[in-house]
């Protein structure tokens, strides 16, 4: 079982004692965001999890608790864009974010950290020869410290469409993406970095783009493990299938493109009814709850007890007990 940490929120940034607690308890509450009385039980259990993909714009706060993670298999996708605050504001400032990069591929391994170049975007002040600068930048600063750089287009969607154009915030034309992929992917080259898609629908290949899937245990090198893709993702994503911890419309960053933060309520909200000894990322278990286990957890489950019984001599724990 893959544990996805988190494309809804942000995780290591805002909610890592909360996860680091859920590791110790060998468990963690998911409520479905689509029929909130649904709440599915994930195991945390070692034996359970083959690993952790983390999405993060800030790792700093998990960094100092990775300790506990020791026996997970773990790797990082890791979001530095260098924007500002006028677009991602709650971000940590892009000289911190390269600190913390560099010490978190130290300290797990070059090969376990990714860097996200995404979403590239075009707003007042921050077009071709920005992003050619800002991203030759980068790239010179992590060398050494990643091999991948996975980039996408931005998505309009319509729950964000409003929030964007009223900041002057769009989408590259043709024209422009033929100026900036190409040379990103030759940027990146020099710098011993390979350029990757994130759910390449619009042929970035072309530009010398390898398709990628974001989330894929082959990085890992995981023996005898075997995904299939995910049908819960956009059509062009090619990820393998995991269990996605998070929580919608939690993430204080507020990165103005972001499409998790503004389908219910506002992140304030939710950040608020966050309780570090919850099971649940924000909000308690409810008496009406209708909680299960999550199917991927009894896929693994099933697999490691054919093999060894003695794993699951122990019941996961119930705190609706």
């Not at 960094?63 to 990082?76: A, V």
């Not at 929580?247 to 972001?258: D, T």
Request: some cysteine.
């Amino acid at each position: 079982m893959i544990i996805s940490a988190s494309r809804r929120t942000d995780i290591p940034a805002f909610y890592s004692r909360w996860f680091m607690n859920r590791v110790r308890a060998g468990e963690v509450y998911v409520r479905n965001p689509f029929d909130t009385r649904k709440v599915s039980r994930v195991s945390l259990r070692r034996e359970d999890v083959d690993y952790i993909h983390f999405w993060t714009k800030n790792p700093a706060p998990l960094l100092r608790r990775i300790d506990g993670l020791e026996g997970y298999r773990y790797c990082f996708h890791f979001t530095v864009n260098g924007y500002g605050r006028e677009t991602e504001p709650a971000v940590p400032p892009l000289p911190a974010l390269l600190d913390t990069f560099r010490e978190l591929a130290e300290r797990c391994g070059p090969g376990s950290v990714a860097w996200r170049y995404c979403p590239i975007l075009i707003r007042p002040g921050f077009g071709v020869e920005e992003h050619l600068r800002n991203f030759e930048s980068i790239a010179r600063a992590l060398s050494g410290h990643t091999g991948r750089c996975h980039i996408s287009l931005l998505d309009e969607y319509t729950k964000i469409k409003n929030v964007i154009r009223s900041h002057g915030i769009r989408r590259t034309t043709p024209e422009e993406e033929r100026s900036i992929i190409p040379e990103l992917v030759r940027i990146a080259a020099a710098h011993g970095i390979g350029v990757y898609s994130c759910a390449d629908t619009e042929g970035l290949s072309r530009y010398g783009v390898v398709p990628g899937r974001c989330l894929d245990p082959g990085t890992l090198e995981l023996p005898g493990c075997s995904y299939k893709k995910d049908r819960n993702q956009r059509p062009g994503c090619l990820c393998s299938e995991s269990v996605d911890i998070g929580g919608y419309s939690s993430c204080p960053h507020e990165c103005l493109y972001c499409y998790a933060n503004r389908t219910t309520g506002r992140p304030a909200d939710r950040f608020s009814r966050h309780n570090p000894l919850s099971p649940l990322i924000y909000g308690e278990s409810l008496p009406g709850d209708i909680v299960t286990e999550h199917f991927l957890s009894v896929k693994a489950r099933q697999m490691r007890a054919a093999t060894d019984q003695s794993l699951f001599d122990q019941p996961l724990f119930d705190h609706s007990a």
